[in-house]
Each structure stands twice: as C-alpha cells, then as structure tokens.
Nanobody, 122 residues
Framework: QVQLVESGGGSVQPGGSLRLACAASGRMFAIYYVGWYRHAPGKQRDLVAT????????NYADSLKGRFTISRDDAKNTVYLQMNSLKPADAAGYYC???????????????WGQGTPVTVSS
C-alpha cells in the first residue's frame, strides 16, 4: 500500500487556476492507478479524473473535460491535477486515491489521502 498526501488547495477567484499535488510514499508507486475525487458539503463524492500506471491513459468526468488535467511524475512519486477556469461549483475537498486496478479506484477501494480544500469565490 501507499500513503498519500495532497497539497495545493486554497482559495481562488472564479476563472482562476490551481494545481493540486498528490505525493505518495511507498514502493512501486508507478504501478498504481491514481484518481482524484471531490466532495462538497451536502453532495456525494464524485470522481474527477483518473490516470493509469505509466500515465498512458487518462479519464475525466464529462463536465470537467477541457478544464482539468491529470498527470503524473513517477520519478517524484507525485500525481497532479491542474484545474483551470475554476467555477464556484468546483469548490470542494479534493482527495486522491491509489490502487493497482482502475476498478478499485472507481469503487473507492484504494488508499486515500486526507484531502485538500478548494474554495472558489469572488
């Protein structure tokens, strides 16, 4: 298993950008799929994006395509989520999760970080 720590959250105005980072400790991080979820108060936790081991395949929630980009740097054991053109509706706690199978990401069976908050307001 890996241990995950998110960072990069904060407060931004509508239209602004943030880059979140998910740093992993543990061996063989490169073989893990990684996903980002977000959870706003009163709403369910939604899958934002996933990236395969090696980074060759990415997937996004339909509503976020074109604004969010997930990437990974396995030399640094880190996965990033670049968020552009942020809207108030994007405000949430953002959590990364890692597992050796994509299905485990989708079913929320992986390892989790503690989350990083994102606020979008003017």
């Amino acid at each position: 298993q890996v241990q995950l720590v998110e960072s990069g959250g904060g407060s931004v105005q509508p239209g602004g950008s943030l880059r979140l980072a998910c740093a992993a400790s543990g061996r063989m991080f490169a073989i893990y799929y990684v996903g980002w979820y977000r959870h706003a108060p009163g709403k369910q936790r939604d899958l934002v994006a996933t990236i395969s081991s090696g980074g060759g395949s990415t997937n996004y929630a339909d509503s976020l395509k074109g604004r969010f980009t997930i990437s990974r740097d396995d030399a640094k054991n880190t996965v990033y989520l670049q968020m552009n053109s942020l809207k108030p509706a994007d405000a949430a706690g953002y959590y990364c999760t890692a597992a050796t199978r994509l299905e485990s990401i989708q079913r929320r069976f992986g390892s989790w970080g503690q989350g990083t908050p994102v606020t979008v307001s003017s």
